[in-house]
């Protein structure tokens, strides 16, 4: 699936089932909830913190809500997201081409 169709799914999705976007702003709050259960499955897979017993970890589960609500936002606001990824490959490649291979950490 491409970033156009993924977007093209979600609107579908939302004007079929959801009635309506949430706003812009709750959209940002679902996505900034969204990116901490990702961060705290992260956690606790790789990082000193354990799971309590029940709590669930799906990570690839948690990616997608990220993804979803992001998609949401895109479409909200009108922005392209396969141009947009072009775009910011572009940026970071022209920015980050000698930067990593001169880094002597990495």
Not at 21 to 34: D, G
Not at 44 to 63: A, N, P, V
Not at 68 to 94: P, Y
């Amino acid at each position: 699936m491409t970033l156009e169709e993924a977007q093209k799914q979600v609107d579908q999705w939302i004007k079929t089932y959801g009635v309506r976007y949430f706003s812009e702003l709750t959209n940002m709050a679902v996505l900034t909830e969204e990116v901490g259960e990702l961060a705290r499955i992260m956690a606790r897979t790789y990082g000193d913190q354990s799971f309590k017993e029940g709590e669930k970890h799906d990570l690839s589960d948690e990616m997608a809500d990220v993804l979803w609500v992001l998609i949401c936002l895109a479409n909200q606001t009108g922005v392209d997201l396969t141009e947009a990824f072009k775009r910011n490959l572009e940026k970071k490649t022209n920015r980050d081409k000698d930067r990593h291979k001169n880094n002597p950490k990495l």
